[in-house]
């Protein structure tokens, strides 16, 4: 398997083959917690005045998502999945917008299939890549080159290199991260230490974010890892 890292918007637009859109913090995690919670799928989008369309269009869709950082005027939640824990969800249809994650999704147009990459979805992850022989992996790092999302990305590659790495060792490099200060500081109220704790747990769901067409349209649903090749 041929294994390439991609950086950012310009990047995304680059990748080819199976593409995994990385932004833990906290996109990719938020749409892993959305999809959990039994939506029928995500529907990712760039801009906020996309997502408000879609609403006045299908008065039942729920908006989620952020504009730097922070809940957009409109939307039923934030960027947050400790916001999103204990949510109804089910079989709903949800519209979702951020300042990296989607905007990737949205970007990665020579991709063959995209998966949105987040720590509780990791292992899932992997055995889809080994299991539907995967010849050529883009990773994309939204957050840039020495990111937090380079580091889940690495940690990706180490794990279908076979390579054993200590996860919580992981986790203190990511808590040093200049990515997690916000998260750090008590009076950033749109940035919840538990969002943070959130997006670094480990294999929470047993399935993979995995982008498809419809209608003309990306969306977002959880396909099982243990259905083999789709």
Known sequence: MKFNKFY???????????????????????????LDKEARYIIPVSTKEEALILRKQYKNYILVGEENGYKIPGFDFGNSPSELKQANLKNRIIVHRSSFGTQGIVSAQKANRIIFGSFPVLTAIVNYVKNNNIKQLSLVAMDGKGSEDEMF?????????????????????LIKHKGVERFLDPKQLEFPREDLD?????????????????????????????SGVV
């Open 198 to 226: 959130l997006c670094l747990s480990l294999d929470l769901f047993n399935f993979v974010p995995l982008v498809l067409e419809e209608q003309g349209r990306k969306i977002i649903k959880a396909q099982k890892t243990t």
């Open 8 to 34: 950012g918007i310009d990047g995304a637009k680059r990748a080819t083959g199976l593409v995994i859109i990385i932004d833990i913090f906290r996109a990719a995690t938020v749409a892993a917690f959305i």
């Open 153 to 173: 990305a690495d940690f990706v590659i180490a794990k279908l290199d076979g390579r054993i790495i200590n996860i919580n060792l992981i986790k203190k490099k």
